[in-house]
């Protein structure tokens, strides 16, 4: 790299975790996520909007981390597969059903798809299959076929409506 | 500072369309001027008029804008054949615009209705109506220097319905063919007008004036398939790797069929009200 190259300050907080990151301007926030912060879910597939495997969360709003310079988003939240997970730890309901179902094989899409699918369920708790169809359009994945991705969603949505306190 | 990076700079708004052409090294310009902290330009207002549309208002504000989809309902119908939400919580209506692809959704919606952008540069601003707005494919009339504040989409006349009909291989893809059409009727329920904005065949939007086929026509027996064949005889388009020219100009006589018997429809229920 360039060492004249002039850095900027950034923060950014991560699943809930503030953190402060110097990078170029040049940065985009999947490279930010992953190389400077270490948060390695977020897989990065076509670097050019089209697969959606580096779809995070910011601000609550799926978008393709690819198409963002993370100076762009300085005083950000951000949420990505690591923050998908349940409450102790463990799997989050999106990540239990994928695993029931078979919703996916060699995992590299994954991540876009539990983020994706995350914030769709909470705009809508009770999708059908076309719905669900859809909201997953614009994540590619090579190994499954769909079918069990859509059934992934639909047994996701089912976990999230059966989980107490909502 | 636009002025400053000349034609070395370009503006960076949602990012959707020019972070891909930079990630693909296609282009490469010295500088990016960020234009997200200017919170002023993020707007959709609604005057009895139309719609305007400031530069920073992302996709998904103006499809959910319930003022703007009350007086201009083909807003809504169209933004939301743009991409995937995901691709719409952070593009902009303005930045499509700008961006002036001939497949997309939003400048064939500003032909249709007759909109306008308002450009400022240092030097002063101007308004350039959508006719000269579009130059060709990924060209607009946009200049070194200048920025795109805000697009002005102005409310049909009263009687009017509209419709966005598209057809592409998955949903979310770019449209093979597609097209906005406004439709007018006159107090008895008749064809007064009928315009209709195509993309995907011609190298920017083709506005066709289809009122010659169906005027005077009653509002639920028009001759559709006579506006289709009379589109399908204007719009220019060409063979690639996603359908033949011949395809093309087949789902633009189809898709006006349909888009327009169903934007009649949609003047007939406004009309009542």
Redesign the interface.
């Known amino acids: 790299m360039n060492q004249l190259e002039p850095i900027h300050a950034v923060r950014l907080t991560v699943n809930g975790v503030p953190h402060e990151v110097e990078v170029p301007a040049r940065r985009l926030l999947a490279d930010c996520l992953r190389h400077d912060l270490g948060y390695t879910g977020t897989h990065v597939g076509c670097e050019h909007g089209v697969c959606g495997a580096c779809t995070v969360l910011l601000d609550g709003a799926p978008v393709r981390s690819c198409l963002l310079f993370a100076v762009g988003v300085d005083g950000s939240e951000v949420t990505t597969v690591e923050g998908c997970r349940a409450a102790d730890g463990g799997p989050g309901p999106v990540q239990r059903a994928f695993a029931e179902c078979h919703g996916l094989q060699c995992g590299f899409c994954t991540p876009g798809f539990i983020t994706t699918v995350t914030a769709f369920l909470r705009e809508q708790p009770d999708p059908g299959a076309e719905e669900a169809r859809e909201a997953i359009g614009g994540n590619l994945c090579r190994c499954t076929g769909y079918q069990n991705i859509v059934a992934s969603v639909l047994r996701a949505a089912e976990i999230v409506r059966s989980e107490p306190g909502r | 500072m636009l002025a400053d990076v000349g034609d070395d700079g370009k503006v960076?708004a949602g990012?959707?369309s020019l972070?891909?052409i930079l990630?693909?090294r296609l282009a490469s310009p010295r500088h990016?001027v960020?234009i997200?902290r200017l919170r002023e330009l993020a707007y959709v207002r609604t005057e009895p008029e139309g719609v305007r549309v400031g530069a920073l208002a992302r996709h998904?504000d103006t499809e959910a804008d319930p003022e703007a989809h009350a007086v201009l309902p083909l807003l809504r119908q169209a933004t939301g054949q743009v991409?995937?939400?995901?691709?719409r919580?952070?593009g902009t209506t303005v930045g499509s615009l700008v961006h002036a692809d001939p497949a997309a959704e939003l400048p064939a919606v500003l032909m249709l209705v007759d909109g306008e952008v308002e450009l400022v540069a240092a030097t002063g601003g101007r308004t350039v109506p959508a006719a000269d707005f579009f130059v060709g494919p990924l060209e607009s009339a946009l200049r070194a220097g200048e920025l795109a504040v805000a697009a002005r989409f102005p409310a049909p006349p009263s009687g009017t319905g509209t419709a966005w009909l598209e057809v592409s291989r998955?949903?979310?893809d770019y449209a093979l063919c597609g097209l906005g059409i406004a439709v007018t009727l006159d107090g008895d329920r008749r064809m007064s007008r009928a315009r209709a904005a195509y993309v995907s065949v011609g190298p920017t939007p083709v506005l066709v004036d289809l009122t010659e086929a169906v005027a005077g026509q009653p509002y639920d027996a028009a001759d559709w398939s006579g506006a289709g064949a009379l589109a399908a005889g204007r719009v220019e388009p060409e063979d690639d790797i996603h359908a033949t020219a011949g395809y093309r100009r087949h789902l633009t006589a189809v898709l006006t069929a349909r888009a327009g018997a169903a934007a009649a429809r949609h003047a007939a229920t406004r009309h009542e009200r």
Request: net charge positive; glycine share 10%.
């Open positions: 960076l990012g959707q972070v891909p990630n693909m990016l960020d997200n998904a991409a995937h939400r995901t691709i919580n952070r998955r949903a979310g």
